[in-house]
């Protein structure tokens, strides 16, 4: 069974920090492109990160790029983003996928866990 349980949401200042963990089961991490995705009020879901580890292939967002840094545990098949230097424009459901892909503009992937609440305030 597939399944992406996020966790590390929550509510921080801007400047702080905040880890966001997904466990996946039903995939091996690094057998695919594995990301995040984030979705704030009133604004379409994007792309975030989209890495697959194992061949060094790696995309995040202008906008979290020197703050946010994903990383994963092959051993215990998990993913995790640590967000630092945090905005108030982060304040967004933050989406673990896997399989995310590009097809010219558009960005997306095949299998979404459910979202967990990022809120940073100024």
């Known amino acids: 069974e597939v399944q992406l349980q996020a966790s590390g949401g929550g509510l921080a200042e801007a400047g702080g920090s905040l880890r966001l963990s997904c466990r996946v089961t039903?995939?091996?991490?690094?057998?695919?492109?594995i990301g995040w995705f984030r979705q704030a009020p009133g604004k379409e879901r994007e792309e975030v990160s989209c890495i697959r580890f194992s061949i060094g292939d790696t995309y995040y967002a202008d906008s979290v790029k020197g703050r946010f840094t994903m990383s994963r545990d092959a051993t215990k098949n998990t993913l995790s983003l640590q967000m630092n230097n945090l905005k108030p424009e982060d304040t967004a459901v933050y989406y673990c996928?896997?399989?995310?892909?590009?097809?010219?503009?558009?960005?997306?992937?095949?299998?979404w866990g459910k979202g967990t609440l990022v809120t940073v305030s100024s």
């Open positions: 996928v896997v399989d995310c892909w590009t097809i010219g503009n558009k960005r997306w992937a095949n299998y």
């Open positions: 039903g995939f091996t991490v690094d057998d695919y492109y």
